[in-house]
């Protein structure tokens, strides 16, 4: 049985297989509340958290470094190709900088690899 894809689908498990390829743990998704069940998912597997990412218009990703909490990144569908991650993603508090530098530089990669496909 073949499973169909969807290009929001691909671009979510895309960047989290990016996250961990770099040291960066994406753990948890939750769908700021809007849904009728308040979703929360908390995974090691990145098919899991892409699947619950895409099941809501907008959602938070919470990602970790070295098995610290690092930052919440919001993602929204409906934005443009290369604008998954909204600007008002956040660092929680008390992170290291050289870590906080990681990530930025990890999502701009991330972000010039998916323009060049």
Known sequence: MTTRSHPHLD???????????HDLQPYKVDDLGDSDCGTITRSTHCAALAQAAYAVDECRLFVKHAD?????LLLVYGNSP????????????????EARQKLDVVLQDWYVQQQGS
Do not use: K, M, Q
Request: hydrophobic share 45%.
């Open 82 to 97: 290369g604008e998954l991650v909204a600007d008002y993603s956040f660092f929680t508090a008390n992170t290291d900088p």
């Open 11 to 21: 671009e979510t498990h895309s960047l989290l297989a990016f996250l961990t390829e």
């Open 68 to 72: 610290r909490p690092l930052a919440v």
